[in-house]
DNA sequence: ATACTATATGCTCAATTAGAGCATAATAGA
DNA sequence: TCTATTATGCTCTAATTGAGCATATAGTAT
């Protein structure tokens, strides 16, 4: 939600130590708090950077699609977004632009003196990219990706796989039928998440160590990286609904049938296209220019332009309608 | 969103350099990348634990209300979640159960070597505590309850001071009318943050600094943990949205009333009482028990339970229904 | 030119949901 | 018994959503 933009207090912020409280105990129980035992860290900056090309929602990674831009902050790094930028401009040559933190993970497993701290963000760019590394996002989930009957096979395999994990335990059942939609339960498009780390916890995907039983198709990443990704999926699937970032990935000008493409390619799932029509113009989030789109079959679509005045409070949600199923 | 339980890395995860990836330069890269000027941090664990108690949220605090629950990330501790875990207790005798990460905050403003590296999370416990120190959150933000006419005269105060401050800059203006829903604008419940970061912005409030004219009611906080409260109560406004997060603040039993007044306190606002009643009743979030409240005036309202089984895909939105708002 | 195909766009109709408020029921206390 | 007070049931209208038919406008094959 919040497009918090400044990541890092202000200075001032630092020298308050002194203002409005009569006593001064609580530095000191800090101080007390820090003369032992602190843990050092190194602070790794993670980036999702996600684009649209070819009706295909697609990440920026290193490494032939095995890991995300990422590098440590360093003492130079003023703010954590710049520090971030950094890393992403000197290893894939890309200028961030807006930019959302999504998770910060830590390592764990034991105690120990030189930790890691992952903080992970999220960002857009418009098509038309000159950088390699794009991926596409359903690589890496395939089961995600339903606007197709592609889907079925790879989440026919889950389910099987599924249902020999959970066993009769009644609980693990619930869960899977609740993330994967087993049996008629909904499935939720924002729960991506949830679903990777059921998979992780079932010991199907290879990151989750030597004992999984990797069976299931979808390209794993190095250090976790696959679970910040499945954490930006989630939280963008989530954020097209109520806010309109979907303009921040299709281009200035754009048919309505572009709009409802980059929807379905995001969210996964196909809609209804008159009602998705009808959607968009009654909340007036777009409108008209006098151009038409060219080069195509069939009647010309009008080109349309975000409306960014009015937008803030308006949405781009239901006229969800999945099609042609059970084929 | 997503519940993430799992903070922390799996330990298998470390051991992953050698998997699947032919070429090992991406390790080469990030010890490369590491090998000068890597910035050392300390890692501080901030927490926002809210509950409800006659009728108003309240917060956590330690020192009389001038910040929240926090310490530092120790070699001892084994994840984030257990460092947090056990600051709370130790400084409020508080046990917590689930928790939610919110943001991560870096110090910054000029590169330094040693740095601090806030990480925020939130709970929520039923009401009944025996630790002292709560407050309610709108000592803090009083202009964020809307549920009788006192906010007025704190709006009324706000708004003058924007409009000085904005004076006859058109983006300023337009971002006042956005977030304060200055003229006709609606008023978005969940922005309680960019509320927060506006008045900062425009130095009204003390942790602006010292040249802040602070003429607005509402307490402030040491150490930005002002900021941090708010990122809490836009995320729990979100949230009892699409979830059935409510349900963790209310008793097992409850009225419909008193679930409504869960929202209203929350959400800042006053609800349709015939209409809330009539969604909750729809979505099938409740079940009746066969008991009724007692020692109270007029007819005794029927208890009601949560239904864990099926609310997953339910929420409790909608049925707003501001009253009585100019006076 | 004509038929055919493909896409865009306009419009309808029924089902469901939301907004507002009236009416009745059930209690405690005067 | 009467009154104040809260709970709960119900109605009525206006919007919104889900589904799909019909028409418009282009390129392409015959």
Redesign the interface.
């Known amino acids: 939600?919040?497009l918090?933009e400044?990541?890092?207090?202000?200075?001032?912020?630092?020298?308050?130590?002194v203002?409005?409280?009569k006593?001064d105990?609580?530095v000191k129980?800090?101080d007390l708090?820090?003369d032992?035992?602190?843990?050092?860290?190194?602070?790794e900056l993670v980036a999702v950077l996600t684009t649209l090309r070819n009706g295909m929602p697609e990440v920026l990674t290193?490494?032939?699609g095995?890991?995300l831009p990422?590098?440590?902050?360093?003492?130079?790094?003023?703010?954590?977004q710049r520090g971030l930028r950094h890393?992403v401009e000197q290893?894939t040559g890309f200028r961030l632009g807006h930019v959302e933190?999504l998770?910060?993970?830590?390592?764990?497993?034991?105690?120990?003196?030189d930790?890691l701290?992952?903080?992970s963000y999220m960002a857009l760019t418009r098509g038309g990219q000159t950088q390699s590394g794009w991926q596409s996002w359903y690589t890496y989930f395939p089961w995600e990706d339903r606007r197709t009957n592609a889907c079925h096979t790879s989440l026919k395999t889950i389910q099987d796989h599924l249902k020999s994990w959970a066993g009769d335990q009644t609980d693990r059942l619930e869960r899977c039928n609740?993330v994967f939609g087993l049996n008629g339960?909904?499935w939720?498009d924002?729960?991506v998440?949830?679903r990777y780390?059921l998979l992780?916890e079932a010991g199907l995907v290879?990151?989750?160590?030597?004992n999984s039983v990797p069976q299931i198709n979808g390209q794993?990443m190095?250090?976790?990286h696959r679970r910040i990704l499945a954490?930006a999926l989630?939280?963008l699937r989530?954020k097209i609904r109520y806010t309109p970032a979907v303009f921040e990935l299709v281009p200035e000008e754009f048919t309505l049938l572009h709009l409802q493409q980059a929807m379905e390619a995001l969210s996964g799932r196909l809609m209804h296209k008159q009602n998705f029509r009808r959607l968009v113009q009654n909340q007036q989030l777009v409108e008209e220019t006098d151009r038409y789109e060219s080069g195509v079959q069939g009647r010309p679509a009008r080109l349309y332009r975000f409306r960014r005045e009015n937008s803030?409070?308006c949405y781009l949600s239901g006229a969800e309608l999945p099609l042609d199923y059970i084929s």
């Open positions: 939600m919040s918090c400044t990541d890092d207090f202000q200075s001032v912020s630092q020298t308050l130590n203002m409005s409280v006593t105990p609580v129980r800090h708090g820090m032992h035992h602190v843990a050092t860290c190194r602070a290193l490494q032939d095995h890991c990422a590098g440590p902050l360093e003492t130079e790094h003023t703010s954590l890393w290893q933190q998770y910060t993970f830590g390592d764990a497993a034991q105690a120990q003196q930790r701290v992952r903080i609740q339960e909904n939720n924002d729960t998440l949830e780390e992780w290879p990151e989750a160590g030597p794993s190095l250090w976790d954490t989630s939280r989530a803030e409070n």
